[in-house]
């Protein structure tokens, strides 16, 4: 059985974000697709600056805590987001830019720095299986490996989480079917938002020299969906929708946060401990340099090393925020059509500009909260 120092099990954001603060550890990522950089699943893409992880330079994403430039990082800024209801329409001017980032040039550039770093990265290979008896980690995949540590940073649907008995409780479904268009009449630099209710989003931008839309829909753990493609060719066909160039599903379960950070000589980063298993991208980058500084420490000898990146998770990765958010979630799922309609209403004030655009839609939620209430 081959053994490492330290094994990290998924090549997201915040697995890469980890490996690459360990440089000449004897260290093995693990991904179960055979492309780490290919878009896989619905993921919009947005930049909420959370922390000072990611700084922005013109279109240049700067990471600060790994010091790595991603070139051309920024794919687009939306200066308006047009917010409808049934009926209702709410125009936001934004003055800062809202801004979607090119995923694959930041996965890219995580992933070069962690070969040049000498990490062996092992892709198309699914872990089945992690146990630990608290000395050493085995890990199952068609073969078995073993390390001093392992962490968890395989996304919502953690399977180290899993077979560790971390528990997380189901909170939701979210399904989302998301397609690229030829066409969509939706002005250059605009974020076009329809909200039925709390549950039904439709997302739709323009995306370099193509256009992007989603529905989004979130049901309790045991409703079955309604029909998102019909929701979604509805609303397309409404917005002038042109030629279909691709399309892809994402069905994600929403967790409670995992129980515990850390359990002996395994962690959980990013997705597979956050509520919901939204760490966001910046978050996950932030939980996963913590982790993997912590990761270091520990393999050094530090005995605090763990218990301080279990206190220090949440503040980093802007965690508080959104759990802030889901204690706000009983009041907003009783928004429902008419409701979103009077509080655009409400909300229009003519020449309105928000400041920090890239914020707001985190703080959506908020604001329709304090208008319902
Ligand atoms: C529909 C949707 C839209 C979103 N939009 C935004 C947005 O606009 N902005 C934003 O900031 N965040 C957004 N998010 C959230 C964001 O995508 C996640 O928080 C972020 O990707 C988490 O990163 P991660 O590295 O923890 O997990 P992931 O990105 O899920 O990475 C986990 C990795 O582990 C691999 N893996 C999983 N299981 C195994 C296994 N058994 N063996 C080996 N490898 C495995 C996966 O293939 C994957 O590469 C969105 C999420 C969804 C669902």
Redesign the pocket.
Known sequence: MERFEAII?????????AAAQMPGRELLV????DS?VQK?????????PFGEQVEVRGNDLYLNGLELLVESGVRQAFRHIQIRGNRERFDLALRDPLL?INEGRLKGALLRRIRENGTRVKVG????EVDTDGREVTVR?STEYSSRILLG????????ARSLRFRRDKLAI?F?R?VELSHLDIPADTLYLQIDDSRNLFFAFPVGDHFQA?V?QIVADREVPEDLEMKLIDKVERLGGGRLLAGRN?V?RLFSPASTSYRSNVLL????L?TY????????LA??SLAGAAINRFLAGSHYALPEYHDKWRKVSGHTTIERIRYALPILSRIEGDRVDRILKAARRPGQVYAGGANL?WHLPAILWRLFV
Do not use: K, N, P
Request: no cysteine.
């Open positions: 099990v998924g090549a997201g954001y915040a697995g890469m974000a693990i991904e179960r697709y780490i896989r699943r619905g993921s919009l893409g947005f930049l909420f979607l290979s699914a872990v089945r995949t940073a395989d996304g919502v649907g953690s399977v180290v979210l989302q998301e989603s989004i994402a994600v980063t990013g997705d597979a956050a298993g939204f760490a966001t991208i910046t978050g996950a939980m996963g839609l």
